[in-house]
């Protein structure tokens, strides 16, 4: 059923915890510092909380709960680079969420060629890929999750608990909601959740560092840009041709192709009116399968509707996975020449380095399966080879040896309630899968693109930040320059 009913509520929901509030009288103020203790403080316990009203307290306690799910279990990719959390819901059902890491783990699957001397250099950062819903209805051939069915949409709360589970196993830069289930026929729950993320008392993080990918729901991209200003959008293509996309993605059959381009155009028109400064680039994902969707004319045709477009074509070899079709991996060769010829249409294209084949945690490889006695009482797994458990000091990216990191770098992590720990020698990652809209491992940063290869060209990331020193000298020559005039305007007005 789509409206699942939780009981006890997660605080994290902005719109009940806000409804219950307004109807006792108490301040939306009260809420926010709620929040904020949660969030900034890592407060587990509301009695530490000072200032809560006694009538908003006692609600709290007799509706609501810190976190309505718990993490069963995380898995880690062999290279260290991702790591794969299975979250269980409330009511017993499960979705997973993965963290990928950057900037401090040898990518097993960067070309070896663009390596130097000291291995793959990028920024350090976190990007976290998230569920929107249980299982998807999307059904798109090449993926795992469609296999499941949607069985519910996620509450708001249940997606920011995703982010909160994240940040304590280490701090979360970039959000995709690239996992299980197609964003957009989530709308409402997903607009509320980006909302609490880029609040400065909640999660605070940047709009340009959350990405949002769907297949194409029409209604939902034509009011994105309004609800959701300055995120990023990502559109799974996966064909240039409607009759070539309904084969590979079943539902397309109910929004024609010309009509979500139409979408995807208003979409960055709005955003550019939005956001005068910033005219934004929509990634398109496509999923390259042999002798399915990669021939040369399918290319061209590609580089057709794209070339009028603000476009970066995100090219990613299809990866095994349960679904029924026989479907194979094109293969290096193949994926080269496919792509050489849509940039000689002059789109940006890039091929995305997979992480996280070997946990299932790659793009289209999100499903949830059968779990072990153990874990179906929810009791933690013992730790397995390339997997996570123990101590939380331990789940930190390394090189290929053991590694770990200060608590100061992760920030107030805590173990008790992130169900997972680094496994002590072995450093760890997973990918992120996509529903249809899924994950992909490899997803990052502005673009949404993460780690990737160009035909020779470096890793895609965006520019350092501005340093400290330039921000002051900045603002001291602000000041030279407003502070005498103010001292003019001031003098005229009393002579």
């Known amino acids: ?127 976290l890929c998230v569920s929107s819903q249980i299982g998807c209805s999307m059904g798109c051939t090449f993926c795992a999750t469609g ?41 409402k729950a997903v607009i509320a959740a980006i909302r609490a993320m880029t609040d400065v008392q909640r999660f605070s993080l940047s709009p340009a560092r959350i990405s949002v990918s769907t297949v194409g729901v029409v209604p939902r991209l034509r009011t994105l840009a309004h609800d959701a200003p300055g995120v990023s959008l990502a559109l799974s293509l996966h064909a240039p041709t409607q009759e070539l996309r309904c084969q590979i993605v079943p539902t397309a059959k109910a929004w024609h192709l010309e009509n979500i381009m139409a979408a995807v155009d208003q979409f960055v028109d709005s955003q550019a009116h939005l956001i005068a400064a910033r005219r934004c680039k929509v990634l398109y994902e496509y999923v390259l399968i042999a002798d399915v969707n990669d021939m040369d004319w399918v290319a061209h045709e590609l580089g057709k509707l794209l070339q009028p477009r603000s476009a970066m074509l995100n090219v990613i070899p299809y990866n095994p996975t349960t679904v029924t079709h026989q479907y194979q991996s094109p293969a290096p060769e193949r994926t080269h020449a496919f792509c050489d010829i849509v940039r000689s249409y002059g789109t940006m294209t890039i091929i995305r380095q997979e992480l996280g084949q070997d946990i299932a945690g790659a793009c289209g490889q999100l499903v949830v399966s059968a779990l072990s006695p153990a874990l179906q009482a929810g009791v933690q797994a013992s730790p397995q080879p390339g997997g ?100 003019r305007r001031v003098y005229t007005a009393l002579v």
């Not at 069963?72 to 991702?82: E, F, P």
């Not at 920011?160 to 690239?178: D, G, K, S, T």
């Not at 992909?440 to 020779?456: K, W």
Request: proline fraction near 5%.
């Open 147 to 187: 296999t499941m069915g949607l069985k519910g949409n996620l509450w708001a709360g249940e997606i920011l608990e995703q982010l909160y589970h994240a940040n304590r196993v280490e701090p979360i830069r970039n959000v995709v909601f690239m996992g299980m289930g197609e964003p957009l026929d989530n709308y």
């Open 388 to 487: 996570c458990s123990g101590d939380i000091e331990d789940l930190g990216p390394g090189t290929g040896h053991s590694h770990s990191r200060t608590a100061k770098a992760r920030g107030a992590s805590k173990s008790a309630s992130a169900g997972c720990g680094g496994a002590s020698g072995h450093s760890h990652g997973d990918a992120s899968g996509h529903s249809d809209a899924g994950c992909c491992a490899g997803h990052d940063d502005n673009l949404a693109a993460g780690c990737c290869e160009g035909s020779g060209s470096s890793c895609c990331r965006p520019s350092d930040p501005v340093p400290p020193t330039l921000l002051w000298f900045g603002g001291a020559v602000l000041g030279l320059v407003l502070v005498p005039a103010l001292i």
């Open 1 to 127: 059923e789509m409206d699942r009913v939780l009981s006890p509520q997660p605080m994290l929901d902005e719109e009940h915890v806000l409804a219950d509030a307004h109807s006792l009288g108490i301040k939306e103020s009260h809420a926010h510092t709620l929040w904020r203790y949660i969030v900034h403080n890592g407060v587990t316990d509301i009695d530490e909380i000072p200032d809560l009203p006694k009538t908003f307290r006692a609600l709290l306690k007799s509706k609501y709960t810190l976190t309505s799910s718990t993490v069963l279990s995380c898995k880690t990719s062999a290279d260290g680079s991702t790591t794969k959390l299975l979250v269980r819901l409330q009511d017993g059902h499960l979705v997973e969420s993965v963290i990928m890491r950057y900037g401090t783990v040898h990518l097993s699957s960067f070309p070896q060629g663009l390596r130097n001397e000291n291995g793959f250099r990028s920024k350090q950062r976190a990007t």
